[in-house]
C-alpha cells in the first residue's frame, strides 16, 4: 500500500486527467461558431444534447469526489504542530500495541499447533484402530492422554 503523499499524489494526477477529460468532452460536444460574424449569445434555437448533461453530471460528480479525497488525504497528514516527540511517541505506542499483537498471535499459532498434534495423534490411533480391525487382531485399549 502506498504512503499517504503518494495516495496523495495519485488523487491530485487523477484530479488533473478529470480535468482534460471535461475540457476534450467540452470542444467535442461544443456546437460550431462563426467567427464572421462575432456573435455575442448562443444561438438558443438549438436543441441541447441530452449527453451533453450527462457528462456534465457524471464530471461533475467524479471531480468532487476525486477533490473530497484529496481533503480527506490532506487532512490525515501530520500537522505542523506535530513535534518529533508526539511522533516518537506515537511510535513508541505502535510498536508496543505491535508486541503485545505479536505475542497474542505465538500463544494462539501455539495453542493451534498443540491441537493439531492432539488432532494427528487421533488420527493415527483411528487408523491403526481400523488396521488392526481389518486385520482381525484384537483392538487394544489407548490410554488417554
Same mark, same amino acid.
Given at each position: 500500500?502506498?504512503?499517504?503523499?503518494?495516495?496523495?499524489?495519485?488523487? *491530485?494526477?487523477?484530479?488533473?486527467?478529470?480535468?482534460?477529460?471535461?475540457?476534450? *468532452?467540452?470542444?467535442?460536444?461544443?456546437?460550431?461558431?462563426?467567427?464572421?460574424?462575432?456573435?455575442?449569445?448562443?444561438?438558443?434555437?438549438?436543441?441541447?444534447?441530452?449527453?451533453?448533461?450527462?457528462?456534465?453530471?457524471?464530471?461533475?460528480?467524479?471531480?468532487?469526489?476525486?477533490?473530497?479525497?484529496?481533503?480527506?488525504?490532506?487532512?490525515?497528514?501530520?500537522?505542523?504542530?506535530?513535534?518529533?516527540?508526539?511522533?516518537?511517541?506515537?511510535?513508541?505506542?505502535?510498536?508496543?500495541?505491535?508486541?503485545?499483537?505479536?505475542?497474542?498471535?505465538?500463544? *494462539?499459532?501455539?495453542?493451534?499447533?498443540?491441537?493439531?498434534?492432539?488432532?494427528?495423534?487421533?488420527?493415527?490411533?483411528?487408523?491403526?484402530?481400523?488396521?488392526?480391525?481389518?486385520?482381525?487382531?484384537?483392538?487394544?485399549?489407548?490410554?488417554?492422554?
Amino acid at each position: 500500500m502506498a504512503d499517504r503523499l503518494t495516495q496523495l499524489q495519485d488523487a *491530485v494526477n487523477s484530479l488533473a486527467d478529470q480535468f482534460c477529460n471535461v475540457i476534450g *468532452v467540452l470542444q467535442q460536444c461544443a456546437p460550431p461558431a462563426s467567427f464572421s460574424n462575432i456573435q455575442t449569445a448562443i444561438n438558443k434555437d438549438q436543441p441541447s444534447n441530452p449527453t451533453e448533461q450527462e457528462y456534465a453530471q457524471l464530471f461533475a460528480a467524479l471531480i468532487a469526489r476525486t477533490a473530497k479525497d484529496v481533503d480527506v488525504l490532506i487532512d490525515s497528514l501530520p500537522s505542523e504542530e506535530s513535534t518529533a516527540a508526539l511522533q516518537a511517541a506515537s511510535l513508541r505506542q505502535l510498536e508496543e500495541e505491535n508486541h503485545e499483537a505479536a505475542s497474542r498471535l505465538e500463544e *494462539v499459532v501455539y495453542r493451534g499447533d498443540m491441537l493439531l498434534e492432539k488432532i494427528q495423534s487421533t488420527l493415527a490411533d483411528i487408523a491403526q484402530s481400523q488396521l488392526r480391525t481389518r486385520s482381525g487382531a484384537p483392538s487394544q485399549q489407548v490410554p488417554e492422554s
